[in-house]
């Protein structure tokens, strides 16, 4: 008989992958080592949110092969490095976190049932992390964000920073071991990150947007998502990914302005965007055919 904790080590690990559109445990492993060395706290709430995120799939007896696929962990992942990213280890941070991870776990479960699969992408992280965002404002509780060190401040650092920051790390070398786990599954994908962060930085520099925000990272990892969904959706054209990069840069300097913590809402906005006007532009080729 196997045992049970072999079989949940693997629903965790691709619960982290997931993150970034993977299913690989060895990719899963080097996400959560990147995120460790960075903050063992974030790492620590990503481990526990995704577990809180695999019971309640569990209990509630949701499809066993999305769950081992990590489909119910990784916006619970999310949920738990982000979590530990606003707001300090504590009793109250814990109770969130796992209340909020549930929460998304429930909400892909809802989506999942209306939508397919491959398009939910990180909606749910972003609705449950907004929920105790507004929770944390309404009750005057202050978010605590570890400061930024611009000394390595080249174009290697914000890019890495940039692939890094899909799990809100702004250290370069975790987005270099984000990028290593990526490598081990899929070098086109590990690619295609690289490529999003450097286009969206560049956007940005073109747009003359914030250089602090560029050299963080900020502008590099929704356009790195954007960059891997789409290409994974579309992968005989660049042309919807390059589109997207840029639009993701837009609508996350657009977040800025109005004071909304982005997450990755620009990623999920600019890819569902992109389908939708492929699906357009291939419904009028077809019209155009008969």
């Keep these: 008989m196997t045992s049970p904790i072999f079989n949940l080590i693997p629903r965790l690990l691709h619960g982290f992958s997931q993150i970034m559109l993977q299913k690989s445990a060895v990719t899963g492993l080097f996400f959560v080592i990147g995120i460790g060395i ?20 569990k209990l509630c007896r949701y499809d066993s092969e999305l ?11 999310l949920v738990g490095i ?6 300090p280890l504590s009793q109250l941070s814990l109770v969130l976190l ?72 702004g250290y370069w070398l975790s ?11 899929s070098y086109q994908a590990a690619i295609w990150a690289v490529i999003g962060s450097g286009l969206g930085m560049l956007t940005a520099r073109v747009g003359s947007f914030s250089e602090s925000n560029v050299l963080m990272g900020a502008y590099g990892f929704n356009a790195s998502l954007v960059a891997l969904a789409l290409t994974a ?22 977040f800025e302005v109005v ?25 009028l080729s077809e019209y155009r055919s008969l």
Aim: with cysteine.
């Design 38 to 57: 960075n903050s063992l706290t974030m790492m620590l709430g990503g481990i526990i949110a995704t577990l809180s995120g695999l019971i309640i799939a």
């Design 233 to 254: 959706r579309y992968p005989n054209t660049p042309i919807p990914a390059v589109l997207g990069v840029m639009l993701s840069v837009l609508l996350t300097r657009a």
């Design 98 to 169: 796992v209340c909020a991870s549930a929460l998304s776990t429930i909400i892909m479960h809802y989506l999942l049932r209306r939508i397919p699969v491959n398009s939910v992408f990180t909606t749910p992280f972003i609705i449950s992390t907004w929920l105790v965002l507004l929770l944390i404002d309404m009750a005057g509780i202050n978010t605590s964000v570890a400061p930024f060190s611009t000394q390595a401040s080249s174009d290697f650092y914000s890019l890495t920073r940039g692939v890094g920051q899909v799990m809100f790390q």
């Design 259 to 283: 004071s909304l913590p982005a997450l990755t809402a620009p990623f999920v906005l600019t890819t569902w965007l992109i389908i939708g006007m492929m699906g357009i532009k291939n419904r």
């Design 175 to 185: 987005g270099v071991i984000f990028i290593i786990g990526l490598l081990f599954h």
């Design 82 to 87: 982000a979590l530990f990213y606003f707001l």
């Design 67 to 77: 769950i081992g696929n990590g489909i119910y962990g990784y916006n619970a992942a």
